[in-house]
């Protein structure tokens, strides 16, 4: 039986990454030791993050003006870090509220007495669409946070908003790499690397670098600047999932990149999309303009059919189609590695499952 995995992260991994990981394992580069094994200040690691930032420099045109750092803490600890880092000369933050991680990043900014002002929030609507931004008071926020892919609500942001002379912070953690943003967009960009790209404890954060330094003796784990300094290797970096990270960037590199990532996630979305639409059992909640790649909440309305769906296509080898619990109902995540087959073979049994439930 061919599993398919469709959890919202730690997610499913390339096939070909998998198989390096497995072939390097016992002795990375013949050094007859194994990645996990090796020290990041030898050669051989140096060699492993300065491909990885330049492969992240190539596949996402990130100019020469941005720093691209590797943090741990997940995208959780940068919703602490940018504010810190970024909210200096303010101290107040907009936010437009999409859901749960944009309403987690902002309960982060308050706790470091950021004041965080809510610009738009679509919470009366269960975050069905995303919020817009209307009137930016220039010269009040030291940037607009934004999430711009939803993982649990399953909207994601096509068109990014435009704050002016407003700096723009995007946590990009369940979209990164999988839809085609420009960097120049924003001041800074912050994502996880469990859904896009490998392994969780890892999270990478793209800033300009004009925005950084303004603020001294910033917790070191947390300094954009120190980290910029030291190449991200303050402390002993997370060895492992940056060589993991760097062999997922040569796989897209070798798919085609982010437009070919675009392309096929457009596809594999489009065709569950398409059959939900047209389904009498099942309904995708988010308006269609509003409508993640990645992330495809979907439901029937009644628990006890969700329940035994869910148990159903686990049998079947299609796994974590479980909707987040805020939410309930279903949720398939279609990341940059999951294959079109994945998404054929989960509207193949939602199919047969519609056909037997009316029969
Ligand atoms: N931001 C988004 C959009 C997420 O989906 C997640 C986790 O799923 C996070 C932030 C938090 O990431 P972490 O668990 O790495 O702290």
Redesign the pocket.
Known sequence: MTIYNFS??PATMPQPVIQQIKDDLPSYKNSGMSVMEISHRSSLFDGIIADAEQDLRDLMNIPDNYKVLFFQG???LQFTAAPLNLATKYHRIGLLDSGH?ADRAGDEASRVGVKVDVLDSTKDIKYTELPVLKDLKQDTYDYVHI?T???IEGTAYSKIPDTGATELVG?Q??NFLAQQYKVEDFGAIMA?A?KNLGI?GL?IVIVRDDLIGKVKNLPSMVDYELFAKKNSMFNTPPVFAIYAAGLVLKWLKEQGGVPEMERRNLKKSGLLYDYLDNSKLFTAPVKKADRSLTNIPFITGDPDVDADLISKATAAGLLNIKGHRSVGGMRASLYNAMPYEGAQALVDFLEKYEADYWR
């Open positions: 919202a992260g997940g995208g959780t991680w999430t892919n939803n993982t946590d953690s369940s996880g469990q969780a999270t």
